[in-house]
């Protein structure tokens, strides 16, 4: 993780749609970051604009009009998935480096197209995959590449919320032509990137079932996905719109033939490992330190390659192959129709 020594040398940011997600987590985040700084924020919703808790920061209403800032070097996109491709090819036409909220896009050939436009610009691109910077993670990558675990035969991810079929009025993810799909296409590909991250594999298949089990809207509100990666251990991803929001809702779990690892997303809860041999868990505890928030550290580590001129640790192609297996499940699993 990249550590700045001042802030002095910093890169000037705009973010592009004021949803809850930004509001909560990116703005505060550009705000702590070390070697990044919030310049300007844009939203086609001025009422949104005006939601968006920040001092002192341009406010456009106009993409073209952000672009034209010349405090912004760089912009993160977090409007509705459908608009993603379009808007990172403007981001990167003027000179923009350019960090995308998940799903990338709606189809791996309008990835492809944001792969190729940034290229093309000579900037830099990255998906928003945020958990692999979290700290929990971070430790058990480093746990499983110095073998604590043993043989990593299993690996699970549960990742869920509460969508009820009312949301807020600038929701759009019930939307299936703007968010592209439900649960399934919105969530799962954290749990994607996270294992081939955490594991240092990569997957070879993946089938995945969907339901709409609870609510009445166009999208799924649930699914499972299950896959296999290239070193023979199994991975499945569980993600839903219908999990109640008291129940534990992001978990990490990882059998191996030494040890069991189960880690959680949320901040302040440690990492607890259970021994094969003996049964006995132990509770590792990670720095307080670190233990911020995972937006933050990703936009330092990203801005860092752009300031530092060193490429991104990640190439964006590995984000298509990605959105590419995702499309494949998606089209090969099995979807249940709604119980009413």
């Given at each position: 993780?990249f550590e700045?020594?001042s802030?002095?040398?910093s ?5 592009v ?5 930004v509001?909560?987590?990116v ?7 070390s ?5 300007a924020?844009c ?5 949104a604009l005006?939601?968006a808790?920040a001092?002192g920061?341009?406010?456009y209403?106009a993409?073209?009009s952000?672009l034209?800032d010349k405090?912004?070097q ?5 409007t ?5 491709a379009?808007?990172?090819e403007?981001?990167a036409a003027?000179?923009k ?9 709606l189809t791996?050939?309008?990835g492809?197209?944001m792969?190729a436009?940034?290229?093309r ?6 998906t928003?995959?945020d958990q692999r ?6 430790r058990?990558?480093t746990?499983?590449?110095?073998g ?6 299993q690996a699970?991810i549960?990742s869920a919320?509460w969508?009820p079929?009312?949301p807020?009025?600038d929701?759009?993810r ?9 649960a399934?296409f919105n969530l ?8 081939e991250?955490v594991?240092g594999d ?12 609870v ?9 499972v ?8 251990a ?8 219908n999990c109640?929001?008291?129940?534990p809702r992001?978990t ?5 033939t ?6 959680s ?5 440690p ?8 049964g006995q868990?132990t ?8 233990d ?5 550290h990703?936009l330092?580590?990203f801005?860092a390659?752009v300031l530092e ?8 192609e590995r984000?298509?192959?990605l959105?590419g297996?995702?499309?494949q ?6 979807a249940?129709?709604?119980c009413?």
């Amino acid at each position: 993780m990249f550590e700045a020594k001042s802030k002095a040398r910093s890169l000037g940011w705009a973010v592009v749609g004021c949803g809850q997600v930004v509001r909560d987590f990116v703005i505060p985040a550009l705000q702590g970051a070390s070697n990044a700084r919030l310049v300007a924020l844009c939203d086609a919703s001025a009422e949104a604009l005006m939601r968006a808790p920040a001092n002192g920061v341009s406010r456009y209403t106009a993409l073209g009009s952000a672009l034209a800032d010349k405090d912004v070097q760089a912009v993160y996109i977090a409007t509705p998935n459908a608009l993603h491709a379009a808007m990172t090819e403007a981001c990167a036409a003027a000179g923009k480096h350019v960090l995308c909220e998940t799903p990338m896009a709606l189809t791996p050939r309008d990835g492809l197209r944001m792969v190729a436009a940034c290229q093309r610009a000579g900037v830099h691109y990255a998906t928003a995959f945020d958990q692999r910077h979290h700290v929990a993670y971070r430790r058990l990558r480093t746990l499983v590449k110095e073998g604590a675990l043993g043989t990593i035969t299993q690996a699970r991810i549960h990742s869920a919320c509460w969508l009820p079929e009312d949301p807020a009025p600038d929701d759009w993810r019930l939307d299936p032509e703007q968010a592209g799909g439900g649960a399934m296409f919105n969530l799962a590909p954290h749990g994607l990137d996270l294992l081939e991250v955490v594991l240092g594999d990569e997957w070879a298949s993946l089938m995945a079932l969907t339901q709409r089990r609870v609510h009445g809207y166009s999208v799924d509100d649930g699914a499972v996905l299950v896959g296999q990666l290239k070193s023979g251990a199994l991975g499945v991803l569980q993600v839903a719109y219908n999990c109640p929001d008291t129940y534990p809702r992001r978990t990490l779990e990882i059998i191996g033939t030494k040890a069991r690892a189960l880690a959680s997303r949320t901040p302040g809860v440690p990492l607890f490992l259970t021994d094969a041999r003996t049964g006995q868990e132990t509770r590792i505890i990670l720095p307080p330190e670190e233990d911020s928030s995972p937006c933050l550290h990703q936009l330092e580590a990203f801005s860092a390659c752009v300031l530092e001129g060193r490429p991104q640790p990640y190439a964006p192609e590995r984000d298509v192959r990605l959105m590419g297996l995702l499309t494949q499940a998606t089209r090969g699993g099995r979807a249940f129709p709604p119980c009413h």
